[in-house]
């Protein structure tokens, strides 16, 4: 089954998905999906992807929260 993030940017979604622990803390799907959009418009699906796999593997999961502050 894929994330909301890997269904909005229709890649395919795998077990060590770096886009479902990024988007964890936003509770409703809905919300999910138009936070990737917003960022995936900025910086672009390959960017985005590149820029949450840049951090260190323990620090990804609070990626895409500072965008948000």
């Given at each position: 089954m894929s994330c909301n993030g890997c269904r909005v940017l229709r890649k395919g979604c795998e077990d060590d998905c770096i886009l479902r622990?990024?988007?964890?803390?936003?509770t409703s799907?809905?919300?999910?999906?138009?936070?990737?959009?917003?960022?995936?418009?900025?910086?672009?699906?390959?960017?985005?992807?590149?820029?949450?796999?840049a951090?260190?593997?323990?620090l990804r999961p609070g990626t895409l929260f500072f965008f948000f502050l």
């Open positions: 622990p990024c988007l964890s803390w936003i799907s809905e919300s999910q999906a138009n936070a990737t959009l917003f960022l995936a418009k900025f910086y672009g699906r390959t960017g985005l992807l590149n820029l949450i796999s951090a260190p593997r323990h």
